[in-house]
């Protein structure tokens, strides 16, 4: 069982940027694929990036690729989501999760965070 806690949302003007961290507990963070979701209000909650257990594999959502990159650091239990060049539909609640095996679908992810929320202005 892993734990998930994030970080480092806020209040950003369009073309800025900001960095999500999520921090796992457990001595297994190594083995789950981790990855970030996004909800926005009245909308579904929708893939954004995922990273494999080594970070060797990694997928993005087609409108933040060259925006977004995923990282993780294993030592420090630690994954995160350099957001660039935000847009205003961006904006939305971010949440890390974790599950074994690679996927990019919200329905395979089984330890979720409680979320951060993440606001970009016009």
């Known amino acids: 069982q892993v734990q998930l806690v994030e970080s480092g949302g806020g209040l950003v003007e369009a073309g800025g940027s900001l960095r999500l961290s999520c921090a796992a507990s457990?001595?297994?963070?190594?083995?789950?694929?981790m990855g970030w979701f996004r909800q926005a209000p009245g909308k579904e909650r929708e893939f954004v990036a995922a990273?494999?257990?080594?970070?060797?594999?990694?997928g993005y959502l087609d409108s933040v690729k060259g925006r977004f990159t995923i990282s993780r650091d294993n030592a420090k239990n630690m994954v995160y989501l350099q957001m660039n060049s935000l847009k205003p539909e961006d904006t939305a609640v971010y949440y890390c999760?974790?599950?074994?095996?690679?996927?990019?679908?919200?329905?395979?992810?089984?330890?979720w965070g409680q979320g951060t929320q993440v606001t970009v202005s016009s």
């Open positions: 990273i494999s257990e080594r970070g060797r594999t990694t």
């Open positions: 457990g001595r297994t963070f190594s083995m789950y694929t």
């Open positions: 999760a974790a599950q074994v095996g690679y996927s990019e679908r919200v329905s395979n992810f089984r330890y």
